[in-house]
Structures are given as C-alpha cells and as structure tokens.
C-alpha cells in the first residue's frame, strides 16, 4: 500500500539555520499519527512541505504516491488546518462553506451542512465573532468536507481550553470513523495525542527520533531500576536509549525486541508521555547516551 508520507533525506534551511535535517521517514495508510516534539522542532515545516506549501532546500518527499502540490488533484487529495485554525473574520459561516465549494471539486455540501448543525453554529454568523473553538471547529469543517486522503492539522488545539480540545478531537475522530481518512496531527500535548493517534513521529532539534505504531513502541520500551551498575552489565539485546544514576542505584531506560529478560531488577512499561520525553531528553544531551549494545535498529 502507498505510503501516506514518505520522506528521503529531507531537509529545509533558512539561511543558516536547519529547520529540517535528514529527515527520512515513513508512514503508512489508515493511521492517526501524533507528530510531537517541543516548539522550534520542525513540525510545521514538515507539514508544509508536506502540503505544499514550502518546497524543500534537500531531500525528496511524496505524499499519497505523488509530489506534494504537484497539480489541482493532488492538492483535492490533501486537507490542511494551520495551527491558527484559520477563518476569515469578515465571512460568514455559510461563506466559508460557499467559499469551499467553489475552491474543492470533491466538495461535501452534504457533509458540510451537517457539521455545522451538529456544531450548533449559525451559518449567518460572521467567523470574527465565534469562539476560538468554534473557529476550530469551523476551519475542521472546511478541511474534512473537501473530502481528503489525508488531513494535516498543524497543532489545531494548541490555543483552545480543555473542554474545547476535547470537544475538537471527538469530532475530528468522528469524522475520520466516517471517512476513513488518514491523519497526522501535530501537537506538544502529548495528553491530547495518547486519546487519538495510533502511530507515533517524535521529531527533536529537526530529525526524527522514532516513528513506529504506538502500540507497538510501548511495549518494546521499558524503565529498569536496579542497584547501581554500568550498562555493559546489562544482558544483550537491550537498547540503552537513557541511563540515569545514584550512589546506590542506576534506571535505564532500554528498548528491546523481546521480552525483557528477568533480573534484579523492577522492570515496569513506560507511558506514552515517559516515552516521547525519554526520546526528547536524549535528543537533547546526547553525551548521556552511550552506544546500544546487542540491538538493531
């Protein structure tokens, strides 16, 4: 099956500064991917590279099989919300899905109008004057009824309070239910991630540090508290992605392929939150991490 996104050696500079370094990356059809990483790691610019709107300095890209903005139908195949939740203040809401409709030739009237009434919005409202979530709510409108392949939502909760992100995100997994559609959404609340994506990107200091299918990266990943030791006494085949000691007493943070092996030690699953900021940590003070022992990658 095509991949959703497929990236070789991808990299975006602006002047001197790397926004995005080799990065190579795949995902596959038919998943929520949370990209998370913290601000100023690249996400957006991957996503709009993604969608078309900035072309890479290095590297290809594809996205559904095709280049990105290539033509008209590859960008019908694409939905985008940036992470503003753009609207135009001065329209109406029953403008922005006339608006849509002259713009998307796969155009959901149907889908569009529904939306909208489950919302409670009035489509003679002007967009100005709704709530931040309501605006959200609307920009997803947009997106979804375009009827895409794939939909990119750029941090789209970021702004919106608890209840407004909660709100957002069951529509937003209603709508995918209904249309079997691919996602990536991109976020830093690792919260709101844990309750929708089952495929995970952790993208650091511009390069991708794992990507996997969330389910299967935590139960590959664990915590080991052990009296203190060095990780070369360690059994082979464990990954040491982060080691951290006391006096008395050494956690290891280890990735494996296999059950781990019984020792004495406590062993204990990390969550999804412990993992994207042990992925971060090491990212961030590479010097901690010695090189994996016995592990492929």
């Known amino acids: 099956m095509t991949a959703i996104l497929q990236a070789r050696s991808l990299g975006k500079t602006y002047g001197r500064r790397d926004a995005l370094t080799e ?3 795949e995902i596959p059809p038919g998943h929520v991917v949370g990209l998370v990483g913290p601000n100023g790691a690249g996400k957006t610019t991957l996503l709009k590279i993604a969608c078309g709107m900035l072309a890479p300095t290095t590297g290809h890209i594809e996205v559904l099989g095709n280049q990105p903005g290539a033509d008209p139908a590859q960008l ?9 939740t753009p609207t135009y203040s001065n329209l109406t809401v029953a403008d922005h899905l006339t608006l849509g409709a002259k713009l998307n030739p796969g155009w959901d009237a149907l889908l569009a109008h529904a939306r909208i009434d489950q919302l409670g919005l009035d489509p003679k409202q002007k967009a100005g004057k709704l709530s931040g979530g309501q605006r959200a709510q609307l920009a997803l409108t947009v997106a979804v009824a375009k009827r895409p392949e794939l939909l990119i939502l750029d ?11 909660r709100d957002f995100l069951r529509h937003l997994m209603e709508s995918v239910a ?36 969330t389910e299967d990266l935590l139960a590959q990943h664990h915590r080991l508290v052990c009296a203190r030791r060095d990780q070369a006494d360690l059994p082979d ?10 006096d008395r007493q050494s956690t290891f943070i280890v990735r494996s392929q296999t059950q781990i092996p019984a020792g004495d030690w406590v062993a204990d699953q ?26 492929s990658r």
């Open 23 to 25: 990065c190579t990356l």
């Open 76 to 84: 019908a195949r694409v939905g985008y919300v940036a992470q503003d």
């Open 270 to 295: 990390l969550d999804l939150e412990d993992l994207v900021l042990t992925y971060m940590e090491r990212a961030a003070a590479p010097t901690q991490s010695q090189p994996p022992r016995g592990a």
């Open 155 to 165: 941090e789209p909760v970021a702004s919106l309070d608890p209840l407004a992100r």
């Open 237 to 246: 085949g464990l990954e040491v992605i982060l080691a951290d000691h006391t």
């Open 178 to 213: 209904e249309n079997s559609t691919s996602v990536i959404l991109s976020s830093h609340l690792v919260s709101d991630l844990e309750r929708v994506c089952d495929y995970l990107v952790v993208l650091v200091s511009s390069r991708v540090q794992l990507a996997g299918e």
